[in-house]
């Protein structure tokens, strides 16, 4: 009745996606893994599993190691601090890791390995296994595979549970204008379904902050916009700040999110949902997991009072008053760029100034949109579009669009050479701006160090291997008329290889998002 | 008398180099400075914080931090983990620097500054600092400028050393053929003098491990090759191996400086000598600093007895008979290329085949040589370059020329750009053979994993803003002959700027040690 479980064949059929790869593979399928070597490999991967870690992203993180009688012997090895010492890295990964298991005896090894896919998925967040070169090869026991891992969240004491919405309910019902506002958590940890429900039900106007784009229907006819504080458009700021009984769906108040900490919400007024955790006002219920409160709400809230006086933002956003102005600028790129977007995109924005120039496009449905506003590492939008656009081919997705600036963009250029490899087709725009936009607004407008060495961006693609026009294309817009052009072009809409385009922008323009975040961190910066 | 001492000028004033470069720069300055931003900035910086550890290079990482107002508030910032947690990542560093300090107050943040400097010197490793924001304005005490850092290495207890050094000279007066045999850790603490003394003034058959090469100048008369046990040629390995005595000079005899644990040198006639102990056959004498007993011996051990029957080989290598094949192969070229090379020529070679080519290449004097061989984190060579060029530069050294594979190659490809950004003028070698060879002697052959997608590698430097002829040059060697041409090219030796060569070599060809190496690798994971 036993089969057998090679782990070679395992690890080889997961594909070895670099760190920010294996980031954005995950929030498109669900989950990811990615395989290293000892020391070296793990280490150059820490950032990105630290952003995952952050970000609430279930990735497997599976280490080659040396043989388990290597490491009893302490044996000099190269990967190794030369002390014999074979735990020290897998100690850093305990920080960013919700599981970390070593498979050093095949009794335990596929216990060990369904528990962390289970605590990845369940968590959201990376496990960490080390597999010995001497257990690749182990048979274990195979009946197990016969069993499905059990990847459903633990369910909420019932009676807690109940009480909780009861409490909800009883302040929803008299509330005079609820509004809805929706985080990146109910994304990681997945209530899409319930935030759609509750969207559209309540008819409650519902906003999503930046980390939480994509997680509403921006069709909706009660979808208002993005809230985050001082950030957000007046009437959005009016609206939700007005409002009487903020529903806070998954929310990450970080500082890049809220627009510096600018957020003008009472916790008096606030109902924040989590993902392990439900606070009303300043009640709090721990171990009330949202998911099951929200069905519940929204199977017995019936009719709210949604208010009056509030138009949402639901058609396209104006775009910057028309003039004989060519230049590309932040204020026009954005609002127009929705117009061009389809159904089921993937948007990929790169910390910098797509980051805060997405908040001003209006996305048709079922975009998804990815981001590491908390963790923003620079260069992580370029290496999680290779990854996205993978797991987009698997799944019949037809779009992924990478935005990244120049500055950020010369730091994993490579991936692309991988894109090119895999024939995914991503349309990724460089936004060549002569440098670090973001960081110029933080600190040092003119400043050397917030320059950067000029390169021939598009030429990239045929360093690595594309052919122009058969496995790929490039494009310069540098006008307004060039990006209506491009934009009109259906052969570029279709996607159908990998593009690239150069898309040149001033240095010193950002969008007014940005400017206001960086503001506020200045002035945090400065308190004694 | 007072003077005020900025941190932000102390920061700025360093240079900002990636963690390889400061690696590669430290090996050729002395020491180094990285400068990164919190959390993303130096995670990203990790792995090479790892390879500096383990293979002893003094690297300063001062890590710009949040403010001290917002660590103590937890505040839930960027490129942080979202927890409040501020200390998460110093503990990652706490495994691989020898120092960790946090400047969060002005009166103790130059004392704290001071030692970790001196520590980062003296014991050869990096150490760890943060700056906090509101601290780089903060006025501190300037006397202590006026004294400089004390970097001299304690001295051993005189008459401990006194000992030590008879223990030694009994047995090596006695000794009937003596040798010696310097490795990484020579270079590593600085005793290079007392090593280039000792083997002029003693006349013994002095050896090199692969990791220690350039450690003893190879034009000495009594320089006798590389010894790596059976990655030995064989003369080099019948010397050593039937010697009475070897005095092992900084000692690290991992799997690859060893030929994969293949030394046949018995304990019972081996002295060494290290920077924290010396070891006499097997009575230990901890806290005794090789350099100190080194200085005594020389100056007391008179003539030797250094046997007779070895004839080193101090001339040219020889090359691979000639034949009308023109294929560069490793057998012909590293050989070869010792021909080209000149006196002080910083020579880097990458983990992969050029690590083990590089053993066949005789050095002018006053070659430095610089690898990562305990450590082996691939791309690590390309990195190195830009700092060890940028080192060579501010001292006035006119070539480093670096010998990179193509796969290592893709991983650090955009140095380039800083390189030719600063204006450096590297020689940079691409060996061009499809892939990881190494890894294919190590595991799989011909599998997918070890193959690469190919690259036009010279033209990146015109897509990073190289300008052939004027401020690059690049080349592309697929025949002897063309080899013979490019080392007979006086501009080209010349360096005037950075040139890419790119040198086509079989895919399934490599150094025979790489092969020994890798089959004594297979051998070690085969054991159960």
């Known amino acids: 009745m036993s089969t057998t479980r090679h782990y070679i064949n395992l690890t080889n059929s997961l594909f070895p996606?670099?760190?920010?790869?294996?980031?954005?593979?995950?929030?498109?399928k669900g989950i990811s893994a990615l395989v290293t070597t000892f020391g070296v490999g793990e280490l150059s991967a820490i950032n990105a599993i630290a952003g995952a870690y952050s970000e609430y992203v279930p990735v497997v993180h599976i280490v080659g190691t040396p043989s388990t009688l290597s490491q009893a012997d302490g044996m000099l090895?190269?990967?190794?601090?030369?002390?014999?010492?074979?735990?020290?890295?897998?100690?850093?990964?305990?920080?960013?890791?919700?599981?970390?298991?070593?498979?050093?005896?095949?009794?335990?090894?596929?216990?060990?390995?369904?528990?962390?896919?289970?605590?990845?998925?369940?968590?959201?967040?990376?496990?960490?296994?080390t597999l010995p070169i001497d257990m690749v090869q182990q048979k274990v026991e195979g009946e197990r595979l016969r069993t499905p891992i059990d990847l459903s969240f633990?369910?909420?004491?019932?009676?807690?549970?109940?009480?909780?919405?009861?409490?909800?309910?009883?302040?929803?019902?008299?509330?005079?204008?609820?509004?809805i506002v929706v985080d990146a958590?109910?994304?990681?940890?997945?209530?899409?379904?319930?935030?759609?429900?509750?969207?559209?039900?309540?008819?409650?106007?519902?906003?999503?902050?930046?980390?939480?784009?994509?997680?509403?229907?921006?069709?909706?006819?009660?979808?208002?916009?993005?809230?985050?504080?001082?950030?957000?458009?007046?009437?959005?700021?009016?609206?939700?700040?007005?409002?009487?009984?903020?529903?806070?769906?998954?929310?990450?108040?970080?500082?890049?999110?809220?627009?510096?900490?600018?957020?003008?919400?009472?916790?008096?007024?606030?109902?924040d949902f989590h993902s392990t955790y439900v606070r009303?006002?300043?009640s709090e219920y721990p171990s009330v997991r949202m998911n099951g409160v929200l069905r519940k709400i929204i199977a017995r809230m019936g009719r709210l009072n949604i208010g009056a006086g509030f138009k949402p933002n639901n058609t396209l956003p104006a775009v910057e008053p028309e003039s004989s102005a060519q230049t590309i600028t932040h204020a026009w790129f954005w609002p127009r760029m929705s117009q061009w977007l389809r159904p089921k995109d993937i948007v990929i924005t790169e910390t910098g100034t797509a980051n805060f120039g997405i908040w001003e496009t209006l996305f048709p449905a079922d975009v998804t949109a990815i981001s590491q506003v908390l963790w923003g590492s620079i260069g992580y939008a370029t290496g999680a579009c290779?990854?996205?656009?993978?797991?987009?081919?698997?799944?019949?997705?037809?779009?992924?669009?990478?935005?990244?600036?120049?500055?950020?963009?010369?730091?994993?250029?490579?991936?692309?050479?991988?894109?090119?490899?895999?024939?995914?087709?991503?349309?990724?725009?460089?936004?060549?701006?002569?440098?670090?936009?973001?960081?110029?607004?933080?600190?040092?407008?003119?400043?050397?160090?917030?320059?950067?060495?000029?390169?021939?961006?598009?030429?990239?693609v045929a360093v690595f291997g594309g052919v122009e026009d058969k496995t790929a294309r490039t494009f310069q817009v540098r006008s307004k008329t060039e990006v209506e052009a491009l934009f009109s072009d259906k052969e570029f809409s279709a996607a159908p290889f990998l593009q690239l385009v150069e898309l040149y922008m001033p240095k010193e323009d950002a969008p007014l998002a940005l400017k206001l975040t960086a503001e506020a961190n200045t002035r945090n910066n400065a308190k004694a």
């Not at 298991?101 to 960490?128: F, G, Q, W």
């Not at 633990?154 to 807690?160: D, T």
Request: aromatic fraction near 10%; proline fraction near 4%; hydrophobic fraction near 40%.
């Open 154 to 179: 633990p369910l909420n004491e019932q009676e807690k549970e109940n009480y909780v919405v009861d409490v909800v309910l009883k302040y929803l019902h008299v509330a005079k204008n609820p509004v």
């Open 386 to 460: 290779q990854g996205a656009a993978l797991a987009a081919k698997e799944l019949g997705i037809n779009r992924t669009i990478l935005f990244t600036g120049d500055g950020s963009f010369q730091l994993t250029a490579q991936e692309l050479s991988t894109m090119i490899r895999h024939e995914l087709k991503p349309i990724v725009f460089v936004i060549c701006n002569d440098g670090y936009t973001i960081e110029r607004y933080i600190h040092g407008m003119d400043a050397a160090y917030n320059d950067i060495q000029i390169w021939k961006y598009k030429d990239l």
């Open 280 to 282: 009303v006002k300043y």
């Open 77 to 129: 090895l190269h990967h190794t601090l030369g002390n014999g010492d074979f735990n020290v890295f897998s100690n850093m990964f305990r920080h960013v890791s919700c599981v970390v298991s070593m498979l050093n005896d095949p009794h335990e090894a596929a216990t060990l390995i369904d528990n962390a896919i289970r605590e990845c998925y369940v968590k959201s967040r990376p496990v960490y296994l």
């Open 185 to 271: 958590c109910a994304i990681r940890h997945r209530v899409l379904d319930e935030v759609h429900q509750l969207a559209e039900t309540s008819g409650s106007p519902t906003f999503v902050t930046p980390m939480g784009k994509g997680a509403v229907n921006e069709t909706l006819p009660n979808y208002g916009g993005v809230y985050a504080g001082d950030g957000s458009r007046a009437s959005v700021r009016d609206r939700v700040e007005s409002s009487d009984l903020v529903l806070s769906i998954g929310s990450i108040k970080s500082d890049f999110n809220t627009a510096g900490f600018t957020y003008r919400i009472s916790q008096l007024s606030t109902i």
């Open 17 to 28: 996606l670099p760190g920010y790869a294996a980031d954005g593979y995950a929030r498109i």
